[in-house]
């Protein structure tokens, strides 16, 4: 969005075309005012050279795009959410089944994906085929940023493209992710390598932890962002974030019930189980990967 | 008309019932909170859970449409497991002394919402603001049934709804003003949909703190509004000769359950001998 807005563009207007839709919605965090500025500037572009609008490049397709910014809520990431957002309610997912192209945005059937995956339609049909994904590499690295890996590069070339000290442990797959051991660095980033280490790469997000890392207060802080970005919708995830996050302060005072890892282990069973939405279903996902993958705050 | 499979039983059910359709034609009992006949099914509270042979997570039986083949189970250990939990979630932080469903299905899944020990609480003081009815929203549940009476499935005022995010979540009015200052009629049809007390007209919650409240001397008498020509069903709620509550039967063809203010609350007139 802020290095090749016009990718989107054309991605987004193949995909229109290919479905037979008029109207396009980008819809951006408000954190990214230079995304918006790119996005718009890029709109108005395209318009002035035919590319969008009325009549697309003389073919007597009509289709336009709209950028929507969003308010601050992790959960219209949600693609349900994000068109409760679009449509002035609060950001609060829907149930599927219907799913989106069924009925979706204004109640009607809506393609929904994510830029990276868009972005990907130019290459394809330009005959490019190479499977690559973006990893966004933070923490204890030398390099942090956004790296283009093909499909199976395993995690321990892209930490030393990076510049990784030796890790502690990686969380893969972001806030919802999985921790990794030091021993599984050679995991494939693909979706079956990530499976196979009982791990997703979810949004791509490859956090380095070091020996320095106070992975207690990575796991707290993960649980207190679940509970602080739950929307309050349904019953699982609005108090079970509360639940999970005080227990995992008890474990970490020390000050124990005698009964966390019970509650926590039903937690992450009925949160999975019964939410609504993506961010109930793995609120518990990267909090039960350090108890159970690294040890973290579980019993000795 | 659609067949599949519920507990090992095979039923048929008319094309877009639901799954807890179905189980009600099975006389198999569900636990429901957030549903009612009359409402759009939210399945907010989960409390309803099934499990689909073949579905990655557990499904809500009051809004999942039942689907010819599908092969459900009530009563397996994840769904058990995960009603139990959701009524321990509730009964660990809202006030459940007076939501009797929320109380007796408890009981039924093995609750123990104590095992969570000290906890974080929605515990508020009570509003009370108008003459009419009250709220105490320390015993919301967040079930939604109040937004939406008030909103399209019933009265189109649009005078509450939620506010807030995660557990910070709760029913308010715009900018959270009294309900003198708000869009509010006093229809009282929340009320009538409120699953757990948090909604209660005055005259019930006064008797209650003074611990005269009791069902048991009560009488329901049947009658219809006499104030326009509408002609709503009322159920008049008696106890020591006098009116202490008004609502009307959810099943009657007129009300559907909803009254407006004067039938729900215009009967002091009964009782004045003067």
Redesign the interface.
């Known amino acids: 969005m802020e290095g090749d807005p016009f990718a989107l563009v054309e991605a987004m207007t193949i995909a229109a075309f290919a479905t037979g839709c008029e109207h396009g919605y980008v819809y951006v965090r408000a954190e990214y005012p230079v995304a918006h500025a790119r996005l718009e500037h890029a709109f108005e572009v395209a318009r002035a050279h035919g590319l969008l609008g009325d009549d697309v490049m003389g073919t007597g397709f009509a289709f336009d795009v709209e950028l929507r910014i969003g308010a601050g809520a992790y959960v219209c990431g949600e693609e349900t959410a994000l068109f409760q957002s679009i449509e002035g309610y609060r950001g609060e997912p829907r149930n599927k089944p219907p799913f989106p192209v069924e009925v979706g945005l204004f109640g009607k059937p809506t393609v929904v994906n994510n830029v990276e995956t868009l972005v990907n339609v130019p290459e394809i049909l330009n005959g490019d085929v190479r499977e690559t994904r973006l990893f966004c590499v933070s923490g204890h690295v030398e390099r942090p940023g956004l790296y283009e890996l093909e499909l199976g590069t395993p995690l321990r070339d892209l930490l030393e493209l990076a510049g990784s000290r030796p890790p502690k442990a990686v969380l893969l797959g972001g806030a919802a992710g999985s921790f990794l051991r030091p021993d599984q660095l050679d995991v494939p980033l693909s979706f079956e390598g990530a499976r196979s280490a009982d791990a997703t790469l979810g949004s791509g997000v490859v956090m380095v932890f070091d020996e320095s890392a106070d992975l207690v207060a990575a796991v707290l802080r993960i649980a207190e962002f679940f509970r602080d970005e739950s929307c309050g919708q349904c019953v699982p995830c609005r108090v079970g974030t509360v639940r999970q996050e005080e227990a995992l302060h008890r474990l970490a005072a020390g000050k124990t019930n005698g009964n966390e890892l019970e509650v926590l282990a039903d937690l992450t069973a009925v949160m999975r189980d019964a939410s609504i939405c993506g961010l109930g279903q793995t609120a518990a996902n990267a909090v039960a990967s350090a108890m159970m993958n690294l040890g973290v705050l579980a019993p000795s | 008309m659609i067949e599949l499979t519920i507990d090992g039983q095979t039923v048929s059910v008319d094309e877009g019932s639901t799954i807890l359709d179905a189980c009600r034609a099975l006389e198999i009992e569900t636990p429901t909170l957030c549903y009612a006949d009359t409402l759009t099914p939210v ?5 309803c ?1 099934v499990e689909i042979e073949g579905a990655r ?2 499904a ?1 039986s009051c ?3 039942a689907e010819a083949g599908m092969i459900v189970h009530t009563n397996s250990q ?1 769904v058990r ?2 009603r139990r ?2 009524l321990e ?2 009964g ?2 809202v006030d459940l002394s007076t939501a009797p469903d929320a109380q007796r299905f408890s009981a039924d899944y093995g609750a123990r919402p104590e ?3 000290e ?2 609480t929605v515990a508020q003081p009570a509003k009370i603001d108008n003459d009419l009815y009250m709220r105490d929203y320390s015993k919301c ?2 079930c939604y049934k109040c937004v939406e009476a008030c909103g399209v499935d019933h009265q189109n005022t649009f005078a509450i ?2 506010a ?6 709760r029913i308010s009015t715009e900018f959270d003003v009294t309900l003198p200052e708000s869009a509010c009629v006093y229809c009282g049809n929340c009320i009538a949909v409120c699953p757990t007390g948090a909604l209660m007209p005055t005259s019930e919650y006064e008797l209650r703190q003074a611990g005269r409240w009791d069902e048991s001397k009560q009488s329901e008498v049947d009658t219809i509004c006499p104030y326009c020509g509408v002609g709503c069903n009322l159920t008049l709620h008696v106890q020591d000769d006098a009116i202490v509550k008004v609502t009307s039967p959810d099943d009657h063809d007129v009300t559907r359950g909803n009254l407006c203010v004067k039938g729900r609350f215009g009967y002091e007139y009964v009782g004045n001998r003067k």
């Open positions: 399945n907010v509270c989960r409390v859970v997570v557990l809500p809004s999942r449409k994840r497991t995960s939990m959701v979630l509730l660990s932080s095992r969570f020990g906890v974080a549940i967040l709804a939620v807030g995010r995660g557990f910070e979540a």
